[in-house]
């Protein structure tokens, strides 16, 4: 398959700049891959598609505060570092991103804060808007990641063209986030509520927790036609015991196992035994899943609606089928469906 097959028009309207009022009623569209059908409900009417004991699979994957603004020396020029992630702890190393890279030169130094009690010195160029820093701060590493969060803001998409708003810090994190160190969002477990969680605990359903710290890579553009060619950023992820047990259980005894994200399906397909079945994982994966593909541990999706030419896109595609995806857009688009972070839901069965 070739990156044009996965081009469509998404009017600029429908992609979301806030979320639904109530997370678990944004709407939701199932596709059923066996009948070929596609419905229209809320995504609280999730639970009606899930049996005692089928497994969901959460990336318990959490936010940080990742968007600093700061200041040049001596021109005070205002700069955005985008922290991606943590080279050295010891050394106070950070892998970002920087606007406008043309200013920023190894050897500057950057001033963080109204009193500038944080300062990061420039000292590699990585990419054209890629930096290594290395933080300056006079305290325990403890204090120093105290302040580096103080000072960051909620990294929302720059498709939101708006200011962060005090719900965003909610909002912009699954109510079930642990473990500290994505960029971005985790967004099909955004639809979730402590309410929806509470009453699929009460019907049966099981849960899995795995770890993938979405990085920018995620949302990367892919700048060939042969998807073959194209190379995905390494994300850091974890697939403990307690999860390949609940998992390979419910695989043997044939039931729904639902990835609750193209993150959580990720690091699932990067971590499967020669049997078909989920080994333990830990470490980086640069798995890129595209048509024709067979999965092996799922054989159920949530996921949001995608934009053009994304690999995420590609993805579910591949799991939903092509063609079928392809009706399935052009249906969400003509009913006004909410695309991307902030956006509605799709239930693949």
């Given at each position: ?66 968007r600093l603004y700061g200041n ?133 359903i099981d849960f899995a927790e ?37 998992i390979n259980k419910a695989i ?98």
């Open positions: 398959m070739k990156l044009s097959h996965f081009d469509f028009n998404l009017p600029a309207e429908l992609l979301a700049e806030h979320p639904a009022e109530n997370r678990d009623e944004s709407r939701l569209m199932v596709l059923n891959r066996k009948e070929q059908t596609i419905e229209h409900k809320m995504f609280k009417d999730l639970i009606d598609y899930f049996e005692p004991e089928d497994v969901m699979v959460l990336n318990n994957t959490k936010v940080f505060p990742a040049k020396e001596k021109t005070g020029a205002r700069i955005e570092v985008f922290l991606l992630r943590e080279l050295n702890s010891e050394t106070r190393l950070w892998d970002v991103l920087v606007d406008p890279a043309r200013k920023i030169r190894i050897g500057n130094k950057l001033y963080f804060g109204d009193d500038e009690s944080l300062v990061a010195e420039v000292i590699d160029n990585t990419t054209s808007r890629g930096r290594t820093l290395r933080f300056l701060y006079d305290g325990s590493y403890e204090e120093f990641r105290k302040k580096l969060t103080s000072l960051g803001e909620t990294p929302l998409p720059k498709y939101i063209n708006r200011e962060v708003e005090p719900e965003d810090e909610e909002r912009y994190q699954t109510i079930y986030a642990k473990e500290e160190g994505a960029v971005a969002a985790p967004t099909a477990g955004l639809h979730f509520s402590k309410h929806l969680l509470k009453r699929l605990e009460i019907k049966g795995v770890t993938l710290h979405v990085g920018l890579g995620t949302f990367s553009a892919v700048e060939v036609e042969d998807l073959s060619k194209h190379k995905m950023d390494s994300e850091e992820a974890y697939i403990r015991k307690p999860a390949t047990e609940i043997s005894e044939k039931r729904r196992v639902c990835a609750v994200g193209t993150t959580a399906m990720r690091v699932m397909e990067s971590a499967v035994s020669s049997s078909g079945t989920l080994n333990e994982f830990g470490g980086w994966t640069n798995k890129f899943i595209f048509p024709p593909y067979d999965f092996s541990i799922a054989n159920c999706m949530i996921t949001n609606f995608h934009t053009p030419k994304s690999t995420l896109l590609m993805m579910v595609s591949a799991f939903a089928g092509h063609d079928f995806m392809k009706r399935a857009y052009d249906e969400a688009v003509k009913e006004k469906y909410k695309f991307y972070s902030y956006g509605d839901a799709m239930l693949i069965i």
